[in-house]
């Protein structure tokens, strides 16, 4: 008689899983996907040189003006030097900012700004009145143009027309625009929600079409077993075990494992021996736990404010213990890793930070130069900063690490007449692509080594 097959059967129920996996698959994707917002393409000018440090202000010193580019530069000074003790409308650790252009004059503000100790100490009443009120806390002096510090009271001025909260019963444009981001990231949730409550079911569908196939599967064998008119060829296929002995004595298997075996020692060896000198993921103790993630991400210092030659320098410097205590000297006194500091600065000795970047001394590398010039943000670099509670090396910083930068990063060529020559050659030589770093020779050996 003919042969009773379960193919059909089987591959009707693996077909049917298929499906379900696929269309779960695809639902999953869709449900997923969100919008990204697109990049802006680099142009062939580059990155703005000193984009991330302060700008030269357009205004003149003497005199607050609405000048967009004014205002605009001193937001980021004062994001960079103010920001930390003060706001706008509110208290931090000196007064609020609101209307201080009404209060005082650009040419008080001037001097107080550059040092306010000396402004003090000429008992100046309204700068004396300040001082105590603020229990005597000494407000650091800054290295900053008359220009510069007029387009921070620029900034002030206009951040001080601004409706507040209070004045607008604590419904303003920022924070219909966060409520708009919290409506969004709520329906997101809700999508995200609704495709795992799906995929579960279809998870739970495909287990259940599994078994079901399986107890039909051996209901029919049972079924066949006790029938009396199948071949030897029926029967061998019904009595058929999976024998994993054999699959083992398989040379073909053996064979198999052994490669796979070779491959993964010799892949573990190279990679082992590639790493040799490379420090990526150092995450050392240090002598006092210090938080980046509290104070540049939820407090948003920024990285210049300690340390402050980031945008200056050929190295960026470790902060001293002076620039800790112009916040420690009020807050969070009590902390036990506060109290390292005080002991610290009490027996004039450095705190003993423990370095975690640390190039070869056959590579020449300037900080200021990539910060300032290049206008590369730390993160590039450095990782999510703001997000380590305790730091570690993100980046290889081996030496094709940073020629690929090189390849891939355009350089800010706009209103420097030192490159209007290069430019044109660089174009009709290679036509569309943008000009990089290792269009100027960054990748010549004779730039980090010499």
């Given amino acids: 008689m003919n042969s009773i097959r379960l193919r059909p059967l089987s591959h009707f129920f693996l077909a049917l899983f298929l499906t379900f996996a696929a269309v779960g698959n695809t639902t ?28 030269a202000p357009a205004a003149a010193a003497g005199a607050t003006t609405g000048d967009a580019a004014a205002i605009s530069a001193g937001a980021a000074l004062f994001t960079q030097n103010c920001a930390q003790c003060h706001a706008i409308n509110d208290v931090v650790v000196g007064p609020a900012l609101k209307d201080v252009h009404k209060r005082r004059t650009i ?67 920022e924070n219909v625009g966060d409520a708009d981001g919290a409506g969004g990231a709520t329906a997101a949730n809700a999508s995200s ?44 296929q019904l009595e058929q075990r999976f024998d994993l ?29 590639m790493a ?11 002598p006092i736990a210090f938080s980046h993630k509290l104070h540049a ?33 009020q807050i969070k006194t009590e902390s036990p890793e506060i109290k390292k500091i005080y002991r610290a600065i009490e027996r004039k000795q450095p705190i ?9 001394d056959l590579a020449y590398f300037n900080h200021s130069q990539h910060t300032q010039v290049g206008g590369i943000e730390c993160q590039t670099c450095h990782g999510p900063i703001q997000n380590m509670e305790v730091v570690y090396q993100y980046s290889a910083l081996t030496m094709g690490w940073c020629i690929n930068c090189h390849r891939e990063t355009p ?14 050659l660089h174009d009709k030589a290679n036509g569309a692509a943008p000009f990089t770093v290792s269009s100027n020779g960054g990748t010549e050996c004779s730039k980090c080594h010499y």
């Fill in 193 to 236: 929600s609704t495709m795992d409550i799906l995929l579960i079911v279809l998870v739970v569908v495909l287990l259940v079409l599994v078994v079901t196939l399986v107890i039909i599967a051996n209901i029919m064998k049972d079924v066949l077993r006790g029938r009396k008119d199948l071949d030897g060829r029926d029967v061998e």
């Fill in 411 to 424: 350089l800010n060529t706009k209103g420097n007449g030192y490159y209007n020559n290069l430019v044109k």
């Fill in 28 to 55: 999953a994707q869709q449900g997923e996907t969100a919008p990204v917002a697109t990049a802006p393409a680099a142009s062939k000018d580059g990155v703005t040189p000193g984009s991330t440090a302060a700008a």
């Fill in 352 to 360: 003993q930070w423990v370095r975690i970047h640390n190039l070869p």
């Fill in 276 to 286: 040799i000198g490379l420090t990526q993921g150092y995450q050392p103790t240090q």
């Fill in 245 to 273: 002995a054999k699959i083992y004595k398989s040379p073909v298997v053996r064979g198999l494992a052994l490669g796979l075996f070779a491959l993964v020692v010799l892949y573990e060896s190279v990679q082992g021996v």
């Fill in 297 to 329: 991400g939820e407090n948003q210092i920024n990285c210049s404010y300690c340390h402050t030659s980031v945008y200056k320098s050929k190295s960026a410097n470790i902060p001293s213990a002076n620039i800790c205590m112009n916040c420690h000297a």
């Fill in 107 to 173: 040419s008080w503000l001037i001097p107080w700004i550059k040092n306010s100790s000396k402004v003090v100490a000429s008992g100046d009443e309204y700068a004396v009145k300040i001082f105590n009120q603020y229990q005597k806390q000494q407000m650091p002096s800054f290295q900053l143009s008359d220009a510069e510090i007029t387009s921070i009271i620029s900034y002030v001025a206009a951040e001080s027309d601004k409706p507040s909260a209070a004045t607008t019963g604590g419904v303003t444009k």
